[in-house]
Structure formats: structure tokens, C-alpha cells
């Protein structure tokens, strides 16, 4: 079992910055991978960012590319997802999820354990 928490979520304008936090607690050594999802109005959760949680390879969706950066503390357990350049589009409620890296890991069904979500605004 794998407890997420996430944090860091508000409210920014366009173009600023903000950074997310997915605190993690339970059999955090296994071979997991660290998804970040989100979820706007009306919309299907959709895939932002991953990493590994052992060797931190990273893959990210073509919507943030060069605008965010995944990354992960192994002493702390903790992944985080720095966001810069904001863009009203951007918003939605954000989700750290781990789950096997042996899967298609860019699916939201492919992971097993999901934080509450954090919202992020951001206005023009």
C-alpha cells in the first residue's frame, strides 16, 4: 500500500509559476512510477508528467514540454512538478499517482494508488 498527498496547488496568473508537491508514505521503495495527471471541467483525466522512482527517468506530455519538470526525492518521498509558464489552459485539478513501472505508464488505469488532487487556477 502507498498513501499520496499532494500539495502546493492555488491560484497564479498567467505566465507565473507554481510547484507541487506528492508526498508519499507505505512500501514507497517498490519499482513505482510517479505519474502526475490532471483534470479539468468536462474533461477526462489526462497525463502530464512521469517519472521513476528509482533512476528518475522522466517522460512528459507534449503540452508541457520545456514548461514543467518532474522530479523526486527518494530520502524524503516526496515527487514534485514544477510548473512554469503558466497558461489559462493549464487549469485543473492536479493528481500524483504511483504505480508499476511495467505498465503503460501514461494511462490513468495503469496506476494503483492516487492522491486527492490539488486544484490549480490560473487566470489570463
Given amino acids: 500500500q502507498v498513501q499520496l498527498v499532494e500539495s ?10 507554481l510547484r507541487l508537491l506528492c508526498a508519499a508514505s507505505g512500501r514507497t521503495r517498490s519499482p ?25 527517468v522522466t517522460d512528459y506530455a507534449d503540452s508541457v514540454m520545456g ?8 530520502d524524503k518521498s516526496t515527487a514534485y512538478l514544477q510548473m512554469n509558464s503558466l497558461k489559462p489552459e493549464d487549469t485543473a485539478v492536479y493528481y500524483c499517482a504511483a504505480g508499476s513501472i511495467y505498465r503503460w505508464v501514461y494511462a490513468p488505469g495503469s496506476y494503483d494508488y492516487w492522491g486527492q488532487g490539488t486544484q490549480v487556477t490560473v487566470s489570463s
Fill in 8 to 17: 502546493g496547488g492555488g491560484l497564479v496568473q498567467a505566465g507565473g509559476s
Fill in 32 to 56: 513505482y512510477a510517479m505519474g502526475w495527471f490532471r483534470q479539468a471541467p468536462g474533461k477526462e483525466r489526462e497525463f502530464v508528467a512521469v517519472t521513476t522512482w528509482s533512476y528518475g
Fill in 67 to 74: 514548461r514543467f519538470i518532474i522530479s523526486r526525492d527518494v
